[in-house]
């Protein structure tokens, strides 16, 4: 059974920075993909990020390209999300996602990720 466990997350005053981490206790090359979810209170969980495990390749959404950074550490087995500049709107449950089937059909795509963490907490304050 694989398992997925998030950490890092916590309160920051708007322009700070946290970093999460998602420790799978898988090897990641057994993934396809891998990333970070969110959900404020009230509202769908959105997609922020993922990275392609063998190629490395990532994309992110719009809300936080150019802000938030997703990397991967096959040693640790460990996923990272950097984010930088935060903003109150970035205040939500953080969730990592794990998806070991051949293809994606969508771009952050919940039904994509079949593993899920049980979340993180960022609350962000102005």
């Known amino acids: 059974q694989v398992q997925l466990v998030e950490s890092g997350g916590g309160s920051v005053q708007a322009g700070g920075s946290l970093r999460l981490s998602c420790a799978a206790s898988?090897?990641?090359?057994?993934?396809?993909?891998m990333a970070w979810f969110r959900q404020a209170p009230g509202l769908e969980r959105d997609g922020v990020a993922r990275i392609n495990i063998r190629t490395g390749t990532t994309d992110y959404a719009a809300s936080v390209k150019g802000r938030f950074t997703i990397s991967q550490d096959n040693a640790k087995k460990t996923v990272y999300l950097q984010m930088d500049s935060l903003k109150p709107e970035d205040t939500a449950a953080y969730y990592c996602?794990?998806?070991?089937?051949?293809?994606?059909?969508?771009?952050?795509?919940?039904?994509?990720?079949?593993?899920w963490g049980q979340g993180t907490q960022v609350t962000v304050t102005s």
């Open positions: 898988s090897y990641l090359s057994s993934f396809t993909s």
């Open positions: 996602a794990a998806s070991d089937r051949r293809y994606l059909y969508g771009f952050l795509t919940e039904s994509d990720y079949n593993y």
